[in-house]
């Protein structure tokens, strides 16, 4: 992708490239200049534009015209900035760079270009829904698991910070790439990634650090694993030991789906070589929740509690997917809970990946068990990115500078930071295309979105699987599309507008669960038509 930048002051530039695209510094422009009709005059240039016109710019007299056009941001006054402690500094703004194209990169774009500390957004590759509402400059054309195109990136934009969500670029070493190069990235080294990445690694640093854990075994032959299976039982669960998309985890109730779960991994190779080591692993039974904290290499702030609801129907039935929604706070995580977590299992796993010679810098996603017998948390799984569905309700929710914060993370400078959030709760409803988890149809259009985000206050569509088609119009390209996002004074008042968000959306080809949050709100069920 080639681009043109016209430096008109030590404060504003142009940047241009040949698809049409035009971008300025965002210390240049008031917040509210391309909201309709505008105009200004650089010298000899004049420059206007016009809402009604998709965005079309006119210099001199010229008409340029660019659906992209785009401010990088919007602020004008000094730079100002939070601390952890609320105090205010002034500071340098800083440009970020997100990695990824789902809904949770687009719920990090809206947080981090809200965030005073913030010069511009850039999201490689993003997707339409992101490009459309502004919050971010999509980047589609970066290779991603190019880490010397990265880095190329990064120098030629003055990229001050790297934000990593996915799983997969973390796990083949795109954050050792870019910390080589001098580049500050909040996410883990591969070597910290295999936290997530090899979960029979996350379960040997458990046993070593004792981290409770559910009881496991580990196997690559298919007939151990079988005998293993039968002397325990079912319930059982059975998870391919490296990256599945999500769907590495098979909950199997009797023990001839436990069979057939160890079959398709480890005979018939259904994920690959994510499957040839599998985890057979005991049963819990009680309440997943989600717990998240924020980690600098030796230090951990925790986040906002979430809950994620994995199972692709009502009542928590059928399979395992990616997620279907989630609710910021959750109940379930007292404050007791939490510092009993951070105890018992954030902390602990630190200080055992630093004593390991891997320190983990990034944000650590514990999927937890909130054991029925015991009242205590078991640690199921760790992410080692912001979880998703759960990032989106934590970054509508979060007040503190998100820019700055994750900066402090990259050196090392967490402790003593802490976060403000608004009060209230939050709860994103996934909207999925029929047939997910399983095969699907790409392609659909998907109508008023628009008005969707304006049948209640506070709701924000983040965008997960979406394209534009030749008409302009949104299409879904893949299983989870949209997280149809609210907040509100509590959790009812939250769902109460999210799902009435969700039923103002036109997409016959979409599906999404009526139940999101019944854990927390078991009396009332909302029932609509899919």
Not at 84 to 96: A, D, I, L, P, Q
Not at 326 to 338: F, G, M, N
Not at 375 to 396: A, H, S, T, W
Not at 455 to 471: E, M, Q, W
Request: aromatic residues 8%.
């Amino acid at each position: 992708m080639a681009f043109t930048t016209l430096n008109f002051s030590p404060s504003l530039k142009l940047v241009t490239n040949n698809n049409g695209f035009f971008g300025f510094s965002k210390s240049f422009f008031p917040s509210n200049l391309f909201l309709g009709n505008s105009s200004f005059s650089l010298g000899a240039l004049s420059f206007t534009t016009n809402h009604q016109s998709s965005g079309r710019l006119n210099i001199n007299g010229s008409r340029w015209s660019s659906t992209a056009f785009r401010c990088f941001a919007q602020k004008s006054e000094p730079s100002v900035s939070v601390d952890g402690h609320g105090s205010k500094g002034t500071s340098e703004r800083v440009v970020v760079l997100v990695i990824g194209g789902g809904g949770r990169e687009h719920a990090l774009c809206y947080a981090l270009q809200r965030s005073p500390s913030c010069d511009a957004v850039f999201c490689a590759p993003g997707n339409a829904g992101i490009s459309n509402s502004g919050n971010a400059t999509c980047i589609p054309d970066l290779d991603i698991s190019d880490s010397s195109a990265v880095v190329s990136f990064c120098r030629k934009w003055s990229v001050g910070l790297v934000v990593v969500g996915p799983e997969a670029p973390l796990v083949s070493g795109l954050a050792n790439d870019l910390v080589e190069a001098g580049i500050p990235t909040f996410g883990p080294s591969a070597e910290a990634a295999a936290l997530e990445g090899s979960k029979n690694f996350m379960k040997s640093i458990c046993d070593k650090y004792g981290i409770p854990t559910a009881k496991y075994q580990t196997f690559s032959d298919a007939l151990a694993a079988k005998q293993y299976i039968k002397e325990q039982g079912a319930p059982i669960v059975i998870k391919a030991d490296g990256l599945a998309a999500g769907k590495g985890v098979i909950v199997a109730m009797t023990l001839e789906e436990a069979y057939e779960a160890v079959d398709s991994m480890l005979v018939e190779g259904i994920f690959g070589s994510a499957g040839c080591q599998v985890i057979v692993e005991e049963f819990l039974e009680g309440e997943e929740a989600s717990f998240f904290a924020l980690v600098d290499g030796g230090n951990a702030i925790p986040l906002e509690s979430a809950q994620d609801h994995k199972r692709v129907g009502d009542g928590d039935t059928g399979p395992n997917t990616g997620g279907m929604g989630a609710y910021s706070p959750a109940p379930v995580l007292t404050k007791e809970l939490q510092s009993l977590v951070m105890e018992s299992i954030i902390l602990p796993t630190v200080k055992g990946m630093s004593a390991e010679g891997c320190k983990f810098v990034g944000v650590l996603y514990a999927g937890l068990m909130i054991e029925k017998k015991s009242g205590l948390p078991k640690l199921i799984e760790y992410n080692v990115r912001f979880g998703d569905p759960e990032c989106q309700v934590l970054m509508v929710r979060l007040e503190s500078d998100l820019a700055k914060v994750l900066l402090a993370a990259c050196k090392g400078e967490l402790d003593g930071v802490s976060l403000n959030w608004s009060p209230g709760s939050a709860m994103v409803v996934v909207m999925a295309s029929k047939g997910y988890p399983g095969s699907y149809e790409k392609g659909t259009v998907i109508q008023n979105l628009e008005e969707a985000e304006l049948v209640a206050p506070s709701v924000k569509i983040f965008h997960a699987g979406t394209a534009l088609d030749s008409d302009g119009s949104f299409i879904a390209t893949g299983g989870r599309v949209l997280g149809i996002t609210a907040k509100g004074r509590d959790l009812e008042e939250a769902r109460d507008r999210a799902y009435q968000a969700v039923e103002e959306i036109n997409w016959p080809e979409g599906f999404y669960r009526r139940d999101i949050g019944w854990r927390a709100l078991p009396q009332k069920q909302f029932a609509t038509n899919a």
